[in-house]
């Protein structure tokens, strides 16, 4: 039997992009990315109300990479992160605490972005070690990073694959469902039998449409992104 910690850690698995089939694979059979997101996945399925990280983005994929990004942000505890990645600190972070010399750290509240604002460009330049008395010629102001294009998650990728069997899927139960309403003799016979089935027939075109608008943004994102 499944001890609770491990169907936990189990409910993890399938957040970091395991199939069930995959549960219980041996660790040595497993590839150096699924190790890393495995390793992920046990640390966040131990009850705790602080997590510390030291790289967590070191060796992953952009799908896991998205995976952990919304783990993080729904972990209900305090998250204290190393990180050399700019864009995962700026997605992520409210607070961050820089190393000013001389064992001083100094907290900045915001993203990395923020605390640069707050610094200016003092931060990526080592101080004098004695007073400039010359007036410095102002930097000219830097122009703002265009917006990072949307990207294709894992699951995205997945819903754009499997989402055409889907809706395929979904037409045969219609054309089955179709099927008994085409029997003139149905709704005497049965009258609650028929009205179910027009019920599940309404559902089913719902989903059908759903599935469709669905698969249609991703592909025109996909299109966009080849483009």
Known sequence: MVNGHAKHVISYMKDFLFTSE?????????SGGERGRLKLAQAL?????????????N?????????LEETLAEYPGTVLLISHDRDFLDRLVAGV????????????????????????????RPKPKREVR?????????????????RMTFKDKHALDTLPKTIASLQEGMRKLQAKLDDPKFYARD???????????GDLQQRIAAAEEQWLELEILREELAG
Do not use: C, H
């Open 97 to 124: 605490i820089v190393p000013e010399g001389d064992g001083r750290w100094v907290e900045y509240a915001g993203s990395y972005s923020d605390m640069l604002a707050q610094r200016g460009s003092e931060l990526a």
């Open 59 to 67: 060796d992953l994929d952009m799908e896991t990479l998205d995976v």
């Open 134 to 150: 010359e007036t410095a010629k102002a930097a000219p102001p830097v122009a703002p990073e265009p917006p990072a294009r949307r």
């Open 191 to 201: 009258r609650s039998g028929f009205e179910k089935v027009s019920a599940a027939m």
């Open 45 to 57: 399925a131990k009850p705790s109300n602080l997590l510390v990280l030291d790289e967590p983005t």
């Open 22 to 30: 995959q549960a219980g694979t041996p660790v040595g059979k497993l």
